[in-house]
């Protein structure tokens, strides 16, 4: 599969709060900008710094969705499961096919293979016209019964050395993940219980804020529960902040992967840096050490189900 062409084969909204680029490549919304009401343009979304290296996004032996890392795109199912090989799903390392597009809004669908418990997915990117917003609807054919985790996956952009950034988020309680992430590398305790996002805990004792977690050269995951589908992440610096919205009963959880220049191998090279910012249904478990995937939601043969959500950039 060449790759090498993805970025001339996206679609670009524009409408007068800003522009996005959808590509065909899990259906991602990449290099999306928003115009605050102030006159300022921000970039709030994660993008790999690899992009541009052919090197890197010619390399079939590395997955295709971490060649072109970076955006936004649905996960169906999340992680790697016994129902799907791949990495967040089939959609996620393969090509939609648009079914409409115009300056305002792109409509993309895929088949999945025969035999897998999804038929296909539907999915739409829409400019909210008024205001620095997108849209997006995720419908899921369901082929078979089947418990599938599935998630939404926005990584959002570190800030630079001595600024800050912050997550508003209301939850019941949080839990570390219940594994080690990433070997020599991560910093917080395994299966750790926390309240709070300036009191996660660390190995061998102590506690550390997220902001400063990310300012460390790091890789870490955490889940927070009982969320209620809204996320705010700030960057009190740079005078801005973008909210996610979603559905909670969709989405019970929200998923936090922090990637701080922590992973050196290809194609990572302790480059990339993003705050994956992810509602879930599905929990993580490690009964032996080795952490799995489970949970998710319950699909009926023939359903037809849908979920929408949006994220919008303002002004502090």
Known sequence: MNLLDFPGRAHRLQWPFGSAEVWPLGGTAHHVAFTLPDGRTVRPLAEASWHDDPATTGDESIPA???WLGGEWPCVPFGKTSADPIVHGHGTDNCWRFDAA???AARLSIDYPAGHAIARLQRSIACVADRPALDFTLTVHARADFRLPVGLHPIV???DAGKGIALDAAFSHGETFPAVFETAVSRLAVGGRFGSLGSLPLTGGGEVSLNDL???RTEEAAQLFGVDGVARVVWPDEGYA???TWDPTDFPTLLLWLSAGGRLHNPWGGRFRGLGVEPLDAVFEAPDGV???GGGRRFSAGEVWSTSYR???EAL
């Open 102 to 104: 115009d300056d305002g």
């Open 291 to 293: 952490a799995s995937i």
């Open 214 to 216: 990310a300012h460390l």
């Open 242 to 244: 973008l909210r996610l």
């Open 65 to 67: 969705h971490l060649r």
């Open 311 to 313: 994220i919008e950039a």
């Open 157 to 159: 952009r570190l800030p």
